[in-house]
């Protein structure tokens, strides 16, 4: 298995010079939404016009009904109503994806000069959620379908997952379980989940994967059972000293859960459950995106 390969992100001089003002970074808010043309976040009429008074800002003459719509380049997007000026949450944005580990929110802080760590803990979690993934493609050719435990202080090894301890039985541990599948050379779909067992997994599988899939590779958890039937699919049994055969292993999955966890210990430090999808939603979309040239403008469009 090669390793991911990811693109080389913009400069900070290169940012700097594309976005000097909040007005530089208006404009490009705007071509990042609205590439053939603004239109009516409201009802999509095209013929809205600029007021000339007011920059980055239009009025829809089809939402007249009850007053005249006017509506800003910052509608119905994450830096709606905040007192942050838009070059400042680009250069948060830009932080976050020039960390291939991430970036904390402590240290978004610091580098950015805000008053409270509140200020860069909303922000992030604002650009973490916007990044999810609502309407994915589902997984085709080779894939690999795997589960992870994340947290928690008990070791986490292949060896102990069929234990009933800190493996895939030990959610009492503090350890929450996430579920991973990756479409070789392709995208990974990952989501925090409540638990490991088999309804769990096969909605997730079900949700991920195609049914046109050429191979589905899991390991020999129980949890997969259901599946196997479903799909074409190989088992890699890591029990019995198993790791690569040929075609079949679950390498893949298991580097994108070491960029987690790497992100999650040396930089986060202390992840809690009802926050982790956020962080989970990050890495995906770095991973995803690894190839992207644009990585910066497509994360700014989905704000």
Known sequence: MG?????????????EALFPDDDACKAYLVKRRWPNGVHCP?????RVYALSNRPFHWECPDCRKGGAYRFSVLVETIFEDTKIGLRRWFQVIHLMLSSKKGISSLQVQRMMGFGSYETALSMTHRIRAALIDPSFRKLMGIVEADETFIGGKAKNKHRDKGRGGPGRGGIGSGKTPVA???????NVVARVI????????????????SDKVSLLVTDEWIGYNRIWDEYPTQ????????????????????????????????????????Y????????????????????????????
């Open 3 to 15: 390793s991911a390969r990811f693109t080389k992100q913009m400069t900070t001089a290169q940012f």
């Open 180 to 186: 991973g599948a990756v479409e070789r050379n392709g």
């Open 42 to 46: 409201r009802c999509g009429s095209e």
């Open 194 to 209: 409540s638990n490991v067992r088999a309804d769990t997994l096969t909605g997730f599988v079900r949700q991920a994967v």
């Open 235 to 274: 088992i890699i049994r890591h029990t019995k000293g198993e790791y690569v055969v040929g075609a079949v292993h679950t390498n893949t999955i298991e580097g994108f859960w070491s960029l987690i966890k790497r992100g999650i210990i040396g930089t986060f430090h202390n992840v809690s459950r009802k």
């Open 276 to 303: 982790l999808p956020l962080y989970v939603a990050e890495f995906e979309f770095r991973y995803n995106n690894r190839q992207n040239a644009d990585i910066f403008g497509t994360a700014v469009g989905a704000c």
